[in-house]
């Protein structure tokens, strides 16, 4: 896969930030905390602690952007400090509990699920989401990792990920027709 530098400048940007350009880092800034503050929300239901977490984030990035090697794109690299920003923040104030139990969840039917929803209903169901189910459903179905790259990141079992994923579809299809069910007049 070729990667396509999108900003032209920015390996002279990054060279810059580098050698503590405060210019330099804030146009890094500027450009990518845009999209770094709604992977941050993904985890983060409180905008107001995502955009704490986005802070803490971007000073990691530009303490460590010694680190960055130019393999890959600069924008993931930020990407992977910010999840584990979330992740570390998540941890620290809020007990994370990764159910293992198997509890059934109620069968649902598919069938009336492809109701148009926007972006901001989805991300309202999936802050509802139990932290542990949200985290792996974020990790897995929105930033793309793989079960074992889960495990390793949150120290549980690859199983417990593929459980917490799928319990977390579950109740996101049965908010979904909970929701259609009110919307349609029908509960």
């Not at 960055?68 to 794109?73: L, Q, R, T």
């Not at 509990?97 to 972006?119: C, G, H, L, W, Y």
């Not at 139990?130 to 793309?144: D, L, Q």
Request: hydrophobic share 35%; charged share 30%; proline share 2%.
């Amino acid at each position: 896969m070729k990667v396509i530098q999108l900003y032209k400048n920015e390996g002279r940007l990054i060279d810059k930030a580098l050698k503590n350009d405060r210019d330099a880092q804030r146009v890094l800034y500027d450009w990518h905390s845009p999209k770094m503050l709604s992977v941050c929300r993904y985890y983060i239901k409180d905008v107001q602690e995502a955009e704490e977490v986005l802070l803490n984030g971007f000073l990691k990035v530009f303490t460590h952007l010694k680190s960055f090697k130019g393999h890959g794109s600069f924008e993931g690299w930020i990407r992977r400090i910010m999840v584990r920003e979330c992740i570390s923040f998540i941890r620290q104030n809020k007990k994370v509990e990764f159910a293992t139990d198997e509890a059934q969840m109620p069968q649902i039917k598919s069938d009336n699920i492809t109701q148009r929803i926007n972006v901001a209903e989805i991300q309202q169901l999936i802050d509802q989401l139990p932290e542990g189910y949200k985290m792996v459903f974020v990790m897995y179905a929105i930033e793309g990792y793989k079960h074992i790259e889960i495990a390793e990141i949150l120290n549980i079992s690859e199983g417990t990920s593929k459980s917490q994923l799928f319990k977390a579809r579950k109740m996101l299809q049965q908010q979904i027709v909970e929701r259609n069910k009110s919307e349609n007049g029908t509960t």
